[in-house]
């Protein structure tokens, strides 16, 4: 399966104004990502996502010169020999860092897409894994700033769907949080699984303003309450209470999260397969975290690609947490350019595609109408 050609697509969408949502980044106004095409000489197509990074350009710039040379002729069945020519010639040797993992992340699920077209089978099942039924939460950039009778409603409608959790975003500030807090476990009782996102908006003086009530409300993790570099301040934060501490959608390959292993800090862990370094580095994150005690609870992204292939590594890893499920209500990558990623069903659980591959469908005609939009996503 000689790899003969691989594009990345950099696409962008402009929220409506009655869409946008209001969290510790900023007002979102429009949604990026790259898509990555990957074809053999045989004719067999695989689709994968690349995180935009707030560069959506940039990071289709550096797979379709620099990784595009390093995969170009090699076997698309031999994806770990791909990822290790990657590794060794762009992220161990010559930098770019963040940007050169998500580049990889996006070839990576396009190669296993592939495989799993050549072979006929499910991601899942390429992976060792079953069907499995995936409890997720209702997550993706809602449940922002806004007046509590809003911000409420929003909820009783994602529990209308069945969910059992739901994330809050937090960061606004810290009396306007416990507030939040305080009012929304008032509302859903005691059998709704808060977990809550600061988006990396407070300082640790501000975090140990809000600890006691995450605790008392029984919020089931604090988010990104520091950028993921700052480990200093995770350690910090590990003693002001017994809220945990996750992170992992800005950490890069195995090597951060063996660090934050180390540190003992961040407990719940949360990678981005579309950033990590792709469905192959995430299952070795997984093996780590398995042997630590740690559930995985993957960050997703936001096209339909990224959203199946979370499912499917979920249902072949045995510490398994909560799939992110995006309650948006607008983002036609998600409901337009591409078809649904796995089944939903009624009791806040999701189950993985059982088609070939990530068993998603790209709509190339529609690439173009997608053309990207310059500046911020958050502003």
């Known amino acids: ?5 691989l594009t990345a697509f950099p696409i962008s969408c402009a929220i409506p104004v009655e869409h946008q949502v209001q969290l510790g980044i900023g007002k979102s106004v429009k949604r990026d990502a790259v898509l990555v095409r990957i074809e053999t000489a045989g004719g ?9 990074a707030r560069a959506p350009t940039a990071i289709a710039e550096l797979i379709n010169t620099t990784l595009r040379q390093l995969v170009i002729g090699m076997d698309a069945g031999n994806i770990d020999a791909i990822w290790n020519n990657v590794y060794r010639m762009q992220l161990a040797s010559h930098g770019a860092g963040a940007a050169a993992a998500i580049g990889l992340s996006g070839i990576d ?3 296993w897409d592939i495989r799993g077209k050549f072979e006929d089978k499910p991601l899942f099942a390429l992976l060792g894994g079953t069907a499995q039924r995936i409890p997720a939460y209702a997550g993706g950039v809602a449940l922002g700033y806004q007046a509590l009778p809003d911000l409420l409603k929003e909820i009783d409608a994602a529990l209308s769907r069945g969910f059992r959790a739901l994330k809050l975003r937090l960061g606004d500030t810290p009396n306007r949080d416990i507030e939040c807090v305080r009012a929304v476990r008032q509302h859903v009782g005691a059998d709704i699984d808060i977990l809550s996102d600061v988006n990396t908006a407070y300082s640790l003086a501000e975090i140990a303003e809000i600890m006691p009530v995450l605790d008392e409300c029984k919020v089931g993790w604090l988010e990104e309450p520091f950028p993921a570099h700052d480990y200093k301040s995770y350690i910090a934060a590990k003693s002001l209470g017994d809220t945990p501490l ?6 890069y390959t195995r090597f951060d999260f063996e660090r934050a292993l180390d540190d003992r800090a961040i407990t719940v862990w949360q990678p981005d397969l579309s950033k990590t370094g792709g469905i192959t580095e995430a299952l070795r994150i997984a093996h ?4 630590a005690g740690y559930a995985i609870h993957p960050h997703t992204s936001h096209t339909s690609l990224n959203m199946a292939a979370s499912v499917h590594f979920l249902s072949a890893i045995e510490n398994r947490g909560y799939f992110e499920a995006d309650i948006s209500t607008f983002n036609p990558f998600r409901s337009e350019l591409c078809s649904s990623g796995y089944h939903a069903h009624d009791d806040g659980t999701v189950a993985p595609l059982e088609r070939p591959g990530l068993g998603v469908d790209v709509d190339e005609a529609l690439i173009s109408s997608f053309a990207v939009i310059s500046g911020p996503g958050y502003v």
């Open 246 to 251: 996750a992170a992992g959608e800005n950490h």
């Open 109 to 111: 699920m396009a190669l």
């Open 44 to 52: 067999l197509v695989g689709w994968g996502e690349a995180h935009a």
């Open 1 to 5: 399966m000689k790899i003969v050609d």
């Open 288 to 291: 780590l975290g398995d042997k």
